[in-house]
């Protein structure tokens, strides 16, 4: 099978030393984590764990398997890029001598859609929210300015295109006990 990405998310109760064990059974299989987001969910007292890896669908299944039967892991699912809507938000931080020197950061910033969050004296803080190649492109961009001081991109941060599965596993849990 061909390696691509995929998103797993994973439901689960906020205990301590979660995150540690659920890294670990990536860390078993030899899988990168591309980016991990963890937060709440949209029902209360669960979080959620986005994590994008790159692999083959046979180990991916294996993997969310392995992760279902962790404790305190309530649910988890993959999913390729086309069952998702997913951003990423960016800041660049600029000198404020490269930004000053012309209007070429400002068109920059224009062209890609991104932001002024702050203007100090001594830099600006630049937001771009879009998919990773989109806060890429405006980093290059930025960099060939020579005026890039610092950089930070979180993690893929994805909503699920058909209905949260979640919600239909949790019912037939529900209706099996009851």
Same mark, same amino acid.
């Given at each position: 099978?061909?390696?691509?990405?995929?998103?797993?998310?994973?439901?689960?109760?906020?205990?301590?030393?979660?995150?540690?064990?659920?890294?670990?059974?990536?860390?078993?299989?030899?899988?990168? +984590?591309?980016?991990?987001?963890?937060?709440?969910?949209?029902?209360?007292?669960?979080?959620?764990?986005?994590?994008?890896?790159?692999?083959?669908?046979?180990?991916?299944?294996?993997?969310?398997?392995?992760?279902?039967?962790?404790? @305190?892991?309530?649910?988890?699912?993959?999913?390729?890029?086309?069952?998702?809507?997913?951003?990423? +938000?960016?800041?660049?931080?600029?000198?404020?001598?490269?930004?000053?020197?012309?209007?070429?950061?400002?068109?920059?910033?224009?062209?890609?859609?991104?932001?002024?969050?702050?203007?100090?004296?001594?830099? +600006?803080?630049?937001?771009?929210?879009?998919?990773?190649?989109?806060?890429?492109?405006?980093?290059? @961009?930025?960099?060939?300015?020579?005026?890039?001081?610092?950089?930070?991109?979180?993690?893929?941060?994805?909503?699920?295109?058909?209905?949260?599965?979640?919600?239909?596993?949790?019912?037939?849990?529900?209706?099996?006990?009851?």
């Amino acid at each position: 099978m061909e390696n691509q990405e995929y998103t797993i998310t994973i439901f689960t109760e906020n205990k301590v030393g979660i995150l540690s064990r659920v890294v670990s059974v990536f860390t078993r299989r030899h899988i990168n +984590i591309e980016s991990i987001v963890a937060s709440e969910s949209s029902i209360k007292g669960l979080f959620k764990y986005t994590i994008v890896v790159i692999s083959d669908e046979v180990l991916v299944r294996k993997l969310v398997a392995q992760i279902d039967k962790q404790v @305190d892991i309530v649910k988890s699912f993959h999913y390729t890029n086309d069952e998702i809507v997913q951003q990423e +938000i960016a800041l660049y931080k600029v000198s404020s001598d490269v930004f000053m020197g012309g209007d070429k950061i400002e068109r920059l910033i224009r062209t890609h859609n991104a932001r002024i969050l702050s203007i100090e004296k001594e830099y +600006i803080v630049i937001e771009k929210t879009g998919l990773k190649e989109e806060t890429e492109a405006l980093l290059d @961009d930025l960099t060939a300015t020579g005026g890039v001081l610092e950089f930070v991109r979180s993690g893929r941060v994805a909503i699920i295109k058909p209905m949260e599965r979640l919600n239909t596993y949790l019912k037939s849990m529900k209706a099996f006990y009851s």
